[in-house]
């Protein structure tokens, strides 16, 4: 199907004749419009797009299967009109991206026609295309380059950030638009922070230094992690980064369809309890990537959605220790008719520099 019928068909099943879709990934994929600003409305016959002044030109490059309409000021005006004009009676909205105050300003102005809630509309993207699969290959070949470019770079005396600062540069220069989200270097005891965003402190020896960061091409991301030592590994590093790799090993051996989310995650989860560390795992293993950093579905402990080929998803297990530090390896990889093909190609050897 195409992406319009896909949303179509979520229409349909939803029990709607019109759809307004704002939420930005969402309106990209289904218009290919990727401007921050706009509102595609979606019925059993047209394709609309309400745009402001600033993005009538790029709109019109960009959605060519769509009708292009200018809004006033006042884009809630125009809506109005349009909706008058065809007679909609009834119109579906995304229910888990609308906030509560904005469903109150348009079901006012829309008066009377009857806003329903939509659930999730994010599903239309949850199966990626060869053209979606092929820029989120390209934005990971772009973060493995700068994989292999930041470990000239990494050494005792330079801080977090230089490090994230040359690899956002690097990445740049390489063809990504711009980082994935905020790039995360975390060092010596910073490493147990499984969000710990670069900061001031200095790279020492002996220190694990996780990197995890992305790259945006063409409107897709990448996410990758690796974690490294400042020089040679200790018993104990050695042995958490062993478990955290055995268990990602494993988690990618079992990624394929027809699986559910929550059973992948509970091949690593498995295998990191084993070896005593539980409750050091706190996290999900894993989760959907392509417009937004963060999609569903997941490889958590909750997620109960089967697995299909075309969805792309982290697998990334980890082991965090509070005052020592931790470990987190993440690979991105496609869910194929037999299995899954990663493509994430930065080297997974624990690397001692």
Request: charged share 25%; proline share 5%.
């Amino acid at each position: 199907m195409t992406r319009l019928e896909r949303l179509r068909k979520l229409m349909e099943e939803q029990g709607v004749p019109a759809m307004m879709v704002m939420k930005p990934e969402n309106r990209t994929y289904v218009s290919g419009f990727d401007g921050t600003a706009g509102i595609a409305l979606v019925t059993e016959t047209e394709a609309l797009l309400l745009v402001d002044f600033r993005y009538t030109e790029q709109a019109t490059q960009q959605a060519p299967q769509f009708q292009v309409i200018q809004t006033s000021p006042q884009p809630y005006e125009t809506l109005v009109q349009v909706v008058r004009e065809r007679q909609i009676g009834r119109i579906g909205f995304e229910a888990d991206y609308l906030p509560y105050g904005q469903v109150q300003k348009l079901a006012e102005a829309l008066r009377p026609v009857e806003l329903l809630p939509v659930e999730s509309v994010d599903r239309i993207r949850w199966i990626k295309d060869q053209e979606e699969q092929a820029r989120i290959a390209r934005a990971v070949e772009i973060a493995d380059s700068a994989f292999a470019h930041i470990l000239q770079y990494l050494r005792p005396g330079v801080t977090e950030q230089e490090i994230a600062i040359e690899l956002e540069y690097f990445m740049r220069r390489q063809g990504a638009s711009k980082p994935a989200f905020d790039t995360i270097v975390a060092s010596g005891p910073r490493s147990a922070l499984p969000h710990g965003r670069a900061s001031e402190k200095v790279l020492e020896r002996g220190d694990l230094v996780t990197l995890d960061f992305g790259a945006v091409y063409r409107g897709y991301c990448s996410d990758c992690t690796r974690t490294i030592v400042l020089g040679k590994a200790t018993e104990e590093q050695r042995k958490i980064y062993t478990i955290v790799l055995e268990a990602q090993e494993r988690a990618l051996e079992a990624l394929r369809p027809g699986v559910k989310g929550k059973d992948v995650d509970g091949v690593a989860r498995s295998c990191i309890a084993e070896k005593g560390y539980g409750e050091h795992f706190g996290h999900g293993l894993g989760h959907s990537v392509g417009l937004a950093i963060h999609e569903t579905p997941t490889l958590s402990t909750r997620d109960e959605n089967v697995l299909e080929p075309g969805m792309v998803l982290t697998v990334e297990p980890g082991i965090y220790l509070p005052g020592w530090g931790g470990v987190r390896i993440e690979d991105l990889a496609v869910v194929t008719e037999d299995g899954c093909r990663v493509l994430t190609k930065a080297p997974k050897t624990l690397l001692e520099l």
